[in-house]
Each structure stands twice: as structure tokens, then as C-alpha cells.
């Protein structure tokens, strides 16, 4: 058994911290009230009643879904940024921080795939989360170069680097710009597997499982999605193989293979029995069934971040739980925002929500 680490007074201050932010996280009966604004304007001053008064403040109108998005991916980041630096050991916490560096890099990426001028690409992207990691020049170089071949040279020796050159050679086999998502969470999800191997000897016997139930269900549902997407986009399955994250966790490799030579992402499915407890659409198009395996997935990481504060003290499963909830508050509170833009109604936002 290993003994925890006796806390200190920053791992006390980031685990107290942590339960601050959670019992702030906005009740479903919050959502509901900001899902109901008539505008953004509206929107934006129900906002300025909870923790994202400070960064929605700072909005100047006209407003729109996508600033208000970007404003409230800069919350995220500085909480998640600030969590890090007070934890006792931070190695994971910081590579989840590539989170953030993913989102940012994958739609840069795409846009240049596409052809998009910089003007263009910069209304969906706030470069707040690489300043505070000390990497904005890299994305601002990303952003300026000429082409995709200049921006995929210019990431060679980062820890997206060999992926991006495999994403940027699919793109030209296929024409779709959606393989840089698949291949950018590869290095990630890659680089948190490895740190979780490397540092688990470290965690106490209490946060072990629960920091390795919130690893898995991410290296799992990446290992599961990004094959069934491979099939969607045509990426070949001898190059699909080759975006499995091993070893895997409760997705056994035998099972992830048997999903790899399926004609089919309905008969891919029944690899999955026995794993983790997900029900999906046995109607619709194969895009609907893996959006709705997604969903599952998402809602089991919500379960278990939530469990971990039941379960847990001061931990590093805490924090990662911490703002694995909050990821999943700023992707609702997004929806609100571009659907109230377009003007849907508001019980047709909320049953889009990952509540």
C-alpha cells in the first residue's frame, strides 16, 4: 500500500479550492433560467449573477455565441491554470492543460486545411489558455503561415508534431478536415496515458482509482470514437490501427480489433458488450449512433467526476474531477449561448445539454 504524502498548505489550499469551485458550478435549475434569455444581451447579464461575471464583463456589444464561448474557455483555462500550480504534484493536471492547446491547434489546423484567411479563423479562437502557458507564439506562428504544409512543418518537434504530419497526409487522401480532431486528441490522449503510467505509483491507494477511472473513460471513448470515425471519414483501417492508445484500458485490445475489421458501425457495437454501460440509438444513420456513444461516455465522466467528490478528500482526483466539471459546464453553457443566438426554444437547448 502506498502512504499518501502528508498534504501541504498548497495541496490543502488546491483541494479546499476545488470544493469552493464545485459547490459553485451552476444547478440545472440555473441553466434552465439563462437557456430562457429572450437575447444575448439578456444572456450576458444573467451571466454576470455567477462566476462568469468577471470574463463576460469584459465583452463589448454587439454580442455573439462564439465571443461569449471564447470568454467562457477563458474562465476555464485560468481555473485550471491556477488549480496546477498549487497542486502537491502537477504532472497530470498540466497535460491535461493540453486540452485547452488541442482545442485552439485543431481549429487552426482545419482552417488552413480549408483555405481560411486569418481574419477569419481568429473569430473562433482566444489564445488567453497559450499566454498563460507561455506558448502563444507557436499558435500565432500556426495562424500566419501560408499553407498547411508550412503550418504542419512549423509543429515538427512539439508533442502534436507527428501526428499533425499524419493528419495533414490523410487530409489529402480524404478531403476531411475532421481527421486533425482525430489525430491532435491522438498525441493528447497519447501524452495523458503516458503520464498516468508513469506517475500512478505515486497517488495514494484512496485517489488511484478514481484518478484511473477518469484516465480511462478518456483513452477508452478516444480509442472506440476515433475508430468509428475512421469508418465515417474512410480513413483506411491499417492507418486507424495506428490511432489506438495502448495499452488500453477496459476496452480490451482484442475488442478494439474486432471493431477495426467490422464492415459496420452497428455491428462495431457489439464489441463494446460487457465494457462500459452505454445504450444507443438501435434506429438512425451511423453519425447518429456514434454521437449518441458519445453522449454516453460524457455522462459517464460526469458520474465519476461528481463520485469523486463523494469519495475523496484533498486529492488529485478531486482537482482533475474538478475541472473535468467544469469542461463539461463552459460545452453547456456554449449551447445555451448559440442557441439562444438562434433563436431555439429553450426546451429544445436544454434537451441538447449534458445535464
Excluded at 450576458?44 to 462566476?51: A, D, S, W, Y
Excluded at 485543431?106 to 479562437?125: P, S
Excluded at 471513448?221 to 492507418?239: Q, T
Excluded at 459517464?300 to 467528490?309: I, P, W, Y
Amino acid at each position: 500500500m502506498v502512504e499518501a504524502p502528508r498534504p501541504s498548505a498548497f495541496e490543502t489550499f488546491t483541494g479546499a479550492r476545488s470544493f469552493a469551485l464545485k459547490g459553485a458550478l451552476l444547478t440545472n435549475t440555473s441553466l434552465e433560467t439563462l437557456a430562457e434569455s429572450s437575447s444575448l444581451d439578456e444572456l450576458v447579464n444573467r451571466l454576470k449573477g455567477t462566476p462568469y461575471a468577471e470574463v463576460v464583463s469584459k465583452l463589448q456589444p454587439p454580442y455573439s455565441a462564439r465571443k461569449l464561448e471564447l470568454a467562457l474557455r477563458e474562465r476555464l483555462a485560468d481555473v485550471h491554470y491556477s488549480l496546477m500550480k498549487t497542486a502537491r504534484d502537477p504532472d497530470l493536471l498540466e497535460v491535461y492543460y493540453l486540452r485547452n492547446i488541442a482545442w485552439n491547434l485543431k481549429i487552426a489546423l482545419k482552417a488552413k486545411a480549408l483555405e481560411r484567411g486569418y481574419e477569419e479563423t481568429m473569430t473562433y479562437i482566444d489564445l488567453h489558455s497559450e499566454e498563460l502557458a507561455g506558448r502563444r507564439d507557436l499558435i500565432a506562428r500556426v495562424l500566419s503561415s501560408k499553407d498547411l504544409q508550412e503550418a504542419t512543418a512549423l509543429l515538427e518537434g512539439t508533442e502534436f508534431g507527428k501526428d499533425v504530419a499524419k493528419a495533414a497526409a490523410a487530409f489529402a487522401t480524404n478531403r476531411e478536415p475532421r481527421v486533425f480532431d482525430l489525430y491532435v486528441d491522438h498525441a493528447l490522449f497519447s501524452r495523458i496515458a503516458e503520464t498516468f503510467a508513469t506517475k500512478k505509483k505515486s497517488y495514494s491507494t484512496g485517489e488511484i482509482a478514481t484518478v484511473r477511472d477518469l484516465v480511462a473513460i478518456d483513452v477508452d471513448s478516444y480509442n472506440v470514437l476515433a475508430l468509428l470515425r475512421s469508418k465515417l471519414w474512410g480513413v483506411p483501417s491499417s492507418e486507424s490501427r495506428g490511432l489506438l492508445i495502448l495499452p488500453p484500458f477496459n476496452v480490451s485490445l482484442t475488442r478494439l480489433q474486432r471493431i477495426v475489421n467490422t464492415e459496420s458501425v452497428a455491428e462495431s457495437l457489439e464489441a463494446l458488450e460487457g465494457t462500459y454501460s452505454i445504450s444507443w440509438p438501435s434506429g438512425g444513420g451511423d453519425d447518429v449512433i456514434v454521437s449518441a456513444l458519445e453522449d454516453g461516455f460524457v455522462q459517464l465522466s460526469k458520474k465519476t467526476a461528481r463520485r469523486a467528490f463523494l469519495w475523496q478528500g484533498f486529492t488529485l482526483s478531486t482537482v482533475l474531477a474538478l475541472v473535468k466539471l467544469l469542461e463539461f459546464e463552459v460545452q453547456n453553457l456554449a449551447a445555451i449561448a448559440f442557441g439562444v443566438e438562434a433563436g431555439v426554444p429553450p426546451k429544445q437547448v436544454l434537451s441538447s445539454l449534458k445535464l
